[in-house]
């Protein structure tokens, strides 16, 4: 029946579901996201070596994944405001520039979770 909320296995098996295209669009669509996936790659493993312990290498891998979640989200509220209407508005234009920031302010965080562990 439709409207019926899926429940159990079936939920998680959705969700996952929406998930994957969810990470597949965004790779399709977005340069930055692509670009980000690929410092993640190349940060990663970097991590799990230069961590001294559990705790550092946790700090390192989270600050690089922290990224790529706001870049998702920063895209996702492109797509909306994008959706929404052509013509500029200065919400619209507002929304989209404090998506930015927020994927700015967590580069700079990843810079900064890794100066402190690496030199500090």
């Given at each position: 029946?439709?409207?019926?909320?899926?429940?159990?296995?079936?939920?998680?098996?959705?969700?996952?579901?929406?998930?994957?295209?969810?990470?597949?669009?965004?790779?399709?669509?977005?340069?930055?996201?692509?670009?980000?996936?690929?410092?993640?790659?190349i940060?990663?493993?970097?991590?799990?070596?230069?961590?001294?312990?559990?705790?550092?290498?946790?700090?390192?891998?989270?600050?690089?994944?922290?990224?790529?979640?706001?870049?998702?989200?920063?895209?996702?509220?492109?797509?909306?405001?994008?959706?929404v209407?052509?013509?500029?508005h200065?919400l619209?234009?507002?929304?989209?520039?404090?998506?930015?920031?927020?994927?700015?302010?967590?580069?700079?965080?990843?810079?900064?979770?890794?100066?402190?562990?690496?030199?500090?």
């Amino acid at each position: 029946m439709y409207g019926e909320k899926k429940t159990g296995l079936r939920r998680i098996v959705n969700a996952a579901g929406y998930s994957w295209s969810g990470l597949k669009a965004a790779w399709r669509t977005e340069a930055a996201f692509r670009q980000e996936v690929l410092l993640v790659v190349i940060l990663l493993p970097l991590a799990l070596v230069l961590g001294g312990n559990g705790v550092e290498r946790a700090l390192l891998v989270s600050a690089c994944l922290v990224v790529v979640v706001v870049e998702l989200l920063n895209s996702a509220i492109e797509a909306v405001v994008d959706r929404v209407g052509t013509e500029h508005h200065p919400l619209a234009g507002a929304a989209k520039d404090m998506g930015s920031a927020a994927v700015l302010v967590s580069l700079v965080m990843v810079m900064l979770v890794w100066g402190l562990v690496l030199c500090g």
